[in-house]
DNA sequence: TATGAATGAGAGTTCATTCAT
DNA sequence: TATGAATGAACTCTCATTCAT
């Protein structure tokens, strides 16, 4: 489930160090932000020296970029995995909400770190895997292109745009939970997304 | 109300530095980032040397800050008084979403700091005036409520949940369009957010 | 004679800065080395910030290569005159000698500096303008070919293998001088080299 | 005398490795220089762990001078032997040049380890046997006073003098060879060289 | 002997900010 | 107001060396 380490043995002793770092620097960038973020904070809490960072990451981008692309490879990997039992668009589409709001909602620095990081390195790391992003509209674009076929949907809707209004309403509730004062289940929301986008793409039989 | 002037004279001299400056942070900040963008950067692109900078802003924090709340500001003056004289809620929701991206659209420098930039410093910088955002939200939640009490929007839907949906799939059409590879006019796509928002807040007359 | 500064007004307060850290250099690196010397040594000898020097200098080589070249073409340049006026093609090798080893033992941490870092330098800085290195050794072969020419040299000999030995053996006079744990004057050296330099490349008229 | 064996048994298993760290070291110094070449480039190319490296060598300094150190104990060895039976002392002379010309002509890695670092070692490191310099020098002076001894070289000359030219002139053409960027037989300019140096130190029968 | 993961001191360099002019 | 030279704190990354296995 886990998408595995890529260092070491990753058995017990290494593997369970390139984790650590991973948390550690997710928590480190979730509280402080990337930037601001030291690799000695980041070494500190995962409780190695500063050095020992660099044998398992090439530098620090290197940091963001695999904790966001680990998340993301396994969110993708589980959506669809869940997904693909399903036959009703109607239910995908709710069950990737769900899961898109559950993943980060049980995590709070992971999603603190998507949230308000993923943009920067979409644009100036790498070539952030847009690949990842690509394949998560994929998933929505797929079931959202089934439910034309079926006629549930709005023929003449861009299934691009109707994907991309899907996750950006989702991503919103994500932000608001990150930015939020007092804490409240980021699941609560994902009914009343769910009910605004499917409404709002599904074919209106009378009108 | 109008944009209003914070420095002095304004009139040409000054003024129109402050301006320059904040411009040039714009366009800097949009290629570079915010944190990559260096204050010589910003005050060469200016045409003013270095420490000139430091007699218009108290340091480089507050250059964002003040950019992206000068659009803000702009952004919901100009908001209200062209959502004032509609009555329909939908044409106000119409009208917020058209003018949301005809003025990022507009303005790509700009719209690149706000997709960028925006959600870190509301996180870090100063209490960003989310107050801004609060406004922004407020106009739409407005509108939604006048809606539902019109009977024109579902009853059950939590306005704040509605405005959110909203300013999400709108947010992400924007992030869209700054992270393309070729260009397009951002407004090609008001229409169909709007049509999938709105139908997803309308209710349903028969089913 | 100097060879003037590079930098900014070099009147008095730029320029002298410039020198002052270019002076610096030279005494750290003569007592530490190149790689060990650091920069916040050079900074602090020359009563400045560490950040100063890389207003002055691109960087640690740039350092290097300023000092060595700067001391090479007040060198050539310093030849070129003095030798000049002079006819004799052994007047002028004399001369060049004693130029040499003047210069060098008139500034220690120079020839220190060049004795120990040149060549390291000739290998991996830039190109160090071997072009310098070729002009010194031009100024060594044009006397020598002349020498040739008016029958005093013998003229089986390569002009470049005789201007290698003057060189080499001058050289290793201030090698030794440098090493060596006792003072002593290095000009003494300077007719006991010429003589067997001299010698050496001069035709025989009996055997 | 012989090279010798510093090292444990030297037969196979060790003493093969204890060559093989040396061997790579003067390779991958000759190639970087001492301060760039890392313990682990040199691990690698013994096909040792770094670990390994401190198994046989104190510190990376001390591979240097060991490998300086065997180099010139060698030479030396050889030099003597080779001059021992040798009865004239320009016979004497000429051979030594040659043997340090063909020596470094033969060890392309070994002749820029010496050239470039050797100055440095000899500045910094230990005392690295400036003993062995001396060494050198004596076998040159030893055969310089003999000459003067026979009448064959000039009296007033001092005989240290004498022989550092000569050293400075055969070093300064291994030099010019390990910088240059054509190949070429180092040993063609032995006899140039020997000419220069020995016409040069030679006594004039006639004027 | 041999390994190589881990260490951590250390150095070059950057850049926001200041201040004398 | 305006300048820009100067500052120096801060940070990433390297690599010689160690040591548990």
Redesign the pocket.
């Known amino acids: 489930m886990a998408p595995a380490a890529k260092?070491?043995t990753l058995s017990r002793?290494?593997g369970a160090?390139f984790q650590r770092i991973l948390d550690a620097a997710i928590e480190v960038i979730a509280q402080k932000g990337f930037?601001?973020?030291?690799?000695?904070?980041i070494?500190g809490l995962a409780?190695?020296?500063?050095?020992?960072?660099?044998?398992?990451?090439?530098?620090?981008?290197e940091i963001l970029m695999t904790a966001i692309n680990t998340a993301f490879d396994a969110f993708v990997a589980r959506a669809r995995a869940e997904l693909r039992p399903l036959t009703s668009p109607v239910e995908k589409l709710r069950r990737l909400i769900h899961l898109h709001l559950e993943t980060l909602g049980r995590n709070r620095p992971l999603a603190v770190v998507c949230q308000m990081e993923l943009r920067q390195s979409a644009r100036f790391l790498a070539p952030f895997s847009n690949q990842r992003m690509i394949e998560y509209f994929d998933i929505a674009r797929q079931a959202i292109r089934e439910g034309q076929e079926q006629g549930l949907f709005r023929e003449e809707m861009r299934d691009l745009d109707a994907a991309r209004c899907l996750f950006g309403a989702v991503d919103e509730m994500v932000t608001s939970w990150v930015l939020a004062e007092h804490e409240y289940p980021l699941l609560d929301v994902a009914e009343p997304v769910a009910d605004i986008i499917l409404l709002g793409i599904e074919r209106r039989l009378k009108r």
Chains 1, 2, 3, 4 share one sequence.
């Open positions: 260092q070491p002793g290494a160090k930037h601001t973020a030291r690799i000695s904070d070494a409780g190695v020296a500063d050095g020992t960072v660099y044998l398992y990451f090439k530098n620090k981008d």
